[in-house]
DNA sequence: ATAGGGTTAG
């Protein structure tokens, strides 16, 4: 091992890569071709043309490529000024390394510049000027490229082709990109895949599985970025539907359809098929896979098993911001806050930089705890000791730190000095802590907001109508209600679901259709006489009907997560953890009897809520009630 | 030497 070397009268310093390497005897031109680093190529270039050693066009595109890497472009110009008419390969070799860069511009500008020096471009010219103008979303000089095309005979190059399909559709000229789509004489699975990922990135999942089911020959990624294309579309069950027929057709998924298929399986607390997944990567060989492991975290957040995600947490051999950040958001899920600061507190001594995303989690912890001081610290120092300037998602956090603690005036004030535009889920924290501390006057202003802002989402409208209800004023109650109708607005129905035995099941409120549906209304009765001896009072306030005291307390029997509970007690052995999802908000009700039936059938119930996690356990929840 | 898919918050 070599730590410095010298010789031929230039200090080198040797390259990482290079250091199991023996010192060459002279300095050739092929030493060009041995270091990596703009620094060293340029002693070794000044060392041949002061020995007037010759050099061929070869080693000097590579000196240029990685000058223009710096990008240091104006190294690689001496050098072309000192050649006089350098071939294509010498062009190329920039061009790619620009396009590769941070400053993919000047692959553009040399192309314009080669053709003064009468030197014509050829497919790799043309590839590289491409991949420039997809890094820049520049159309107009990628038509210019295209026209170019035409004109060197290139027009019929299958790789050209897709890369122009790609530049099109990428930069929104979806038209032209089918345009050219149709004229093409011969496609290959890439043409099909490009034309899906873009329909995907736009979010027309339709489009692309129509022509996902038209392709001749599906690849790996074919499937990969439909099943990705569903999850990022908000439909995990079609992504799982999707990857079950991949594995049915024999294919094998690669590391990138792990991925997507667990971001899905956290999605809908697809606990047991993301164990299996898991399983599958393992055998595969994808456990150093970082992106893998990240998603992994989250998958076992979601699922309700943070010991799990901590335990692959503290396994991982490398981190990423994201492995910390997920880990993070997914102690503050569970009301870990303290473990969540501690965790991020490590995270800095080791010197890994914070992003935003780090910071929502951050900030989320600290609003589920009333932790506003803390808050309010962290907030401040994001942007001084890390320069992240805060996102919306920031704001809102603090509204909803502010809010929830009942400080709902500063809460205002901070919604109204925000240096950015509001959102509704700004306005909705702050109406959650008006119900929360019974405000009415602000939680009128709040919505005079949310339904300029938000006028569909019909949340927020359930929430001012409780807390109308709360305070029995029952004609502002019904206002609401009427409001809504004109609106066109809809409560969205609220269920709930879990898995037994790999098998999701899902709950309405009031089903009746599960086919053991009288079996779960009794387990419930049976429970529900327990739970009163325990001193259960109905909370019929947020049953949001006309009708009489009795009635509503049967439609609160009925609630998703209750029939999920009781069918979870009924189907899985004793002491098994339940784990429940609930698309809204766990509801209060249904709250303060998990926790006394936590404690008379001494099970752990886990309850994953649209916004957070709780834990039932013995009578208490992990949120302490504050959510 | 040239083309396509991935994770954290909401």
Redesign the pocket.
Known sequence: MISSAYFGGVHLLPHPTNTHLRPPRSLTPDLLHSFNTPFELKQVHAHLVKTNTSLSTLPLSRLCSVCALTPSFAYAQRILDRLGKPDI?FW??CL?AFAESDSPSGAILLFYQLRQFDVFPD??TC?FVL?AC?QLSDILNGRIVHGYMEKLGLRSN???Q??IV?LYALCGALDDALLMFEKMLQR????W??LI?QLVKRGDIEGAFDFFSRMPVR????W??MI?GY??CGKPKEAIHLFMKMEEEGLKP???????IL?AC?DLGALDLGRRVHDYSNRSGFRK????S??LI?MYVKCGCLEDARKLFDGMEER???SW??MI?GLAMHGQAGEALRLFSNMIQIGMKP????F??IL?ACSHMGMIDMGREFFASMTKDYGIIP?I?HY?CMVDLFSRAGLLQEAYEFIMKMPIKSNG?VWGALLGGCRVHKNIEMAEEAIRHLSELDPLNDGYYVVLSNIYAESQRWEDAAKVRKLMREHGVKKTPGWSSISVDGVLHEFVAGDESHPQAEEIFQMWGKLLQKIKLKGYVPKTSVVLLEIDENEKEKFLYRHSEKLALAFGLMKTPSRMPIRILKNLRVCEDCHAAFKLISEIVDREIVVRDRNRFHCFKNGSCTCRDYW
């Open positions: 390969t190329n070799s790619k497919t790799f590839s991949k997809a299958l790789f050209l897709n890369m790609h290959d699975v890439v043409t895949n490009i990922n690849s790996v990624r074919s990969t970025s990705a999850v990022h690669n590391e990138v359809t792990v991925v997507a971001a956290a896979n970082i992106h893998i990240n998603t989250d990423t911001i994201v950040s997920a958001a992003n935003d995303v780090t929502v989690g989320h996102n998602e809102g889920v």
